[in-house]
């Protein structure tokens, strides 16, 4: 059998890239007044989202942008082929109750913040592969849900250190499809499980770093590019401590990353008070199907590679002792309708 | 013979390998380190100080009106204990006292108003969980260690002072 469409050790290089049809992307209050606010297609201006209770409402933001993307297409939700989804709550509670009431064939995904990433790469997989035509990744985080999970209740005093980041409240859908033209998922770089030995669950950003770097190096290996191919190397919630971090060590490998982008940096400004920046699910999915799409879409970049970081944290391991092993998936999304 | 030799092998490989890695998590450390920001002491020391103070001072205030109004001593304090306490609560209930901490940090956590903010949080937090596994169980999650290890300390001390004195 012959296996053209895996290149190198990691990545994929499609032969028919999927495009990216429609994006929607739905954000809680503190992300809609932060310096990305305008690229949302929708701000809730309360965090429990008519619900009575945190998860209900991160439920809700999926459900809502999963039904949204569908509602901007024009289309139903019978026409899509698969559904993939996940999220940060324990047995991904707000896909599963999501997919529970949209009735679309469905996948699980859980992949921490990468999840998004993870979902755009099997989507892709599954229409190039020929087993669909239409495919909806989507992913969601609450900083409520979030907090009463792995740290404290919300009304809980703490002074949190300064390399803690803020779980973005919010979701965001992806609608993959074989047919029409526009930005594309040429390729993919599925990450490996990095384990650094970083045990401060308050420091993400360190946790995952290594991950990134990897993957990215491996990406620019696999594909012989170097980093200045792309317009635009992003990571997804590296926050401001873990985008030094990452710069630093691929430096000492030789590779120039002063000018990564993170989407935990861009979502919030210093004035609001996150600390390292955003993190969570919905940091890198909501900052790609709003901004990055937008920029992809106008044609300001050409071809970016987004790196969808994820911190494997769980309460359990992490009492335990156990270090945070990371992981981090790595998507070229290019405007075919821009040729050079 | 050679079974052994081999099984002696494999451990050496084994200690050999995560030695490697406690050594990679070590320097990696060193990187992390370079790039984290520092927490800020003194600013924290001092809001600390002064959160911390003021807390005291309304105390103060408290049960000098309590002797004021003829409470002897014992039940003064007491009885301020217990407005610390209902203020405590109060202030987290109406989502006040997570932004005194993250200015005063220990200033606001150290005090008996910080003990009921910790039992409040998570009865709060919890409450759709239901009132036996949710507010019932949870209540203690943080205050709960606080409690046993005050009661083991106490009974350290007590039979210290019974062997001792």
């Known amino acids: 059998m012959s296996n053209t469409k895996k290149i190198g050790k990691q990545t994929i290089r499609f032969d028919n890239p999927p495009v990216i049809v429609e994006t929607a992307s739905i954000v ?13 297609d929708r701000v809730v201006d309360n965090m429990y989202f008519g619900e009575n209770s945190f998860e209900k409402a991160e439920r809700k933001f999926i459900e809502e942008a999963i039904k949204l993307v569908v509602e901007k297409q024009k289309i139903q939700a019978s026409d899509i082929d698969f559904l993939l989804a996940g999220d940060l709550l324990n047995q991904m509670i707000s896909a599963n109750f999501a997919a529970s009431t949209l009735g679309i064939p469905f996948f699980g995904l859980y992949g921490a913040c990468s999840t998004m990433m993870e979902g755009i790469i099997l989507g892709s997989m599954l229409i190039d592969g020929g087993y669909a035509s239409k495919v909806i990744a989507g992913t969601s985080s609450h900083y409520c849900s979030a907090e009463r999970q792995y740290r404290f209740p919300v009304e809980q005093g703490v002074q949190r250190p300064m390399t803690a980041q803020w779980t973005v409240t919010g979701a965001a859908a992806f609608l993959l499809s074989a047919e029409a033209q526009g930005v594309n998922v040429s390729h993919a770089t599925v990450g490996k499980v990095v384990d650094a030995g970083v045990k401060d669950p308050h420091d993400m950003g360190a946790a995952m770093a290594p991950a990134a770097v990897d993957t990215i190096i491996t990406h620019l290996q696999d594909t012989g590019r170097d980093v200045g191919y792309y317009d635009l190397i992003v990571t997804g919630d590296l926050g401001a ?8 060590l691929g430096n000492q490998q030789g590779y120039d990353f002063s000018q ?4 935990g940096v861009l979502i919030f400004d210093s004035s609001q008070d996150t600390h390292a920046g955003g993190s969570g699910c919905a940091c890198s999915a909501v900052v790609t199907a709003g901004h990055f799409m937008q920029q992809l879409r106008a044609g300001k970049y050409k071809r970016i590679l987004i790196v969808g970081t994820g ?13 945070i092993p990371a992981i981090a998936h790595g998507v070229v999304l290019e405007n075919s309708k821009n040729p050079e | 013979m050679s079974e052994t030799g081999n099984m002696n092998q494999n451990n050496l490989d084994k200690e050999m390998q995560q030695s490697q890695k406690a050594y990679e998590a070590q320097e990696y450390q060193q990187v992390v380190k370079r790039h984290s920001p520092r927490p800020k002491v003194l600013r924290n020391t001092i809001m600390a100080f002064v959160v911390g103070g003021t807390i005291c001072a309304f105390a103060q205030v408290f049960r000098n009106l309590f002797l004021g109004a003829g409470l002897v001593e014992q039940d003064a304090s007491a009885a ?22 993250k200015v005063g940090g220990a200033g606001a956590i150290v005090p008996i108003t910080g003990f009921a903010n910790s039992i409040v949080a998570p009865a709060l937090e919890f409450k759709r969980e239901g009132f036996v ?28 002072r019974f062997i001792l004195g």
């Open chain 1, 28 to 40: 809680g209050p503190k992300e809609g007044k932060g310096p990305l606010g305008e690229t949302f």
């Open chain 1, 241 to 248: 401590v873990g985008r030094a971090i990452a710069a630093d």
């Open chain 1, 260 to 263: 990564l982008e993170d989407c």
């Open chain 1, 311 to 323: 911190a494997l944290l769980s309460v359990t391991s992490s009492q335990q002792g156990e270090s």
């Open chain 2, 80 to 101: 301020v204990v217990m407005i610390m306490v209902f203020l405590g609560a109060l202030l987290t209930g109406l989502g006040v006292y997570d932004n005194i901490v």
């Open chain 2, 133 to 160: 596994y949710g507010v019932g169980a949870r209540m203690f999650t943080i205050a709960g260690p606080v409690l046993v290890y005050g009661f083991l300390t106490s009974i350290i001390i007590g039979l210290l």
